[in-house]
């Protein structure tokens, strides 16, 4: 997943952003905020071996333990997508396993410590064919930008129920 570096810039990101409002949203004049949860779009580079999609599901699972540990929200709900391009010439790479273990984090009978607080969307029902889209490689779905508004959508509402509960 993250190597130290990766993980410390992301959590200093959220940290200033969440102590500093005002720079990332301008128009932020104090009316509070909470965070109220993260969203996982990741895992193309472990695609790439075997190895690396085998250890995805207890990394992503750690993952989720220490950002929330780290940001102090020990239930945070987490929103995964899970890789959606698979079934055309997929650059060398295999999804497969990596979308196995990212689906995984969000069953609660493999998961039970995150029973009601993550969830996993799968996002090949948004993978358009290469025809229907303006080119570029299957793992960026070719660059559909109506693919990435359904993932987000489909991501969106899957926080939606995750904070309702």
Known sequence: LLNGQEYLELLNGVKDALANPERVYPDYKGQGFELAGFVWFQGLADARSDAMSAAYETNLAHLITDVRKDLNSPVLPFVVAA?????????????NLSRAAQM??????????????????????????????????????????????????????????????
């Open 83 to 95: 890789l959606g391009y698979g079934d055309e010439n997929n650059g060398g790479k295999n999804p």
């Open 104 to 165: 995984a984090v969000g069953d609660p009978e493999k998961h039970p410590q995150f029973k009601g607080n993550v969830t996993s969307v799968d996002t090949r029902p948004f993978f358009l064919p290469s025809a229907q889209s303006p080119g570029g490689r299957p793992q960026y779905y070719y660059g559909n930008a109506g693919s990435f508004l359904n993932i987000g959508d489909a991501m969106g509402k899957a926080m939606v129920e995750l904070i309702k509960d």
